[in-house]
């Protein structure tokens, strides 16, 4: 099975969203490692709400039926995006089968995308939905 999704997000929806409502934003839609990474620049928050979106798309439901932040994407040492999905998020992919993960963001000062692709390994490479990485 392979599934994909993609995003793409006005950087500008970002920004009047910290300039109304602050912290409060930021917690709706951001693990505090994300938070922490961003350090609130709209286009790196845009970025990952992009991949969030995008990951809900590919996993087939959207985020309706899982949390923002059931949908966590930070940096490695070398500033690589990488998934991690918790709760709701990685029981869905996990009853889905759906255990490799590629992410992808990029963003300019007005847009950002997002793209996630998500495949199952073979019986002999599975590995927990919690554990797999972009």
Known sequence: MLAVGVDII???????????FGDRFCDR?????EQEQCARRPASLAGRFAVKEAVGKALGTGI???????IEIVNDERGRPVLTLHGAAAELAGARGLNEWAISLAHT???????AVATQ????HAAGAEDNNG
């Open 64 to 70: 309706g039926d899982i949390g923002w932040k059931e």
């Open 29 to 33: 839609f951001f693990t505090p490692r």
């Open 10 to 20: 006005e950087v500008e929806r970002l920004t009047r969203g910290l300039a109304r």
């Open 121 to 124: 390994s073979s019986p002999n």
């Open 109 to 115: 000062a007005t847009h950002a995308v997002g793209m």
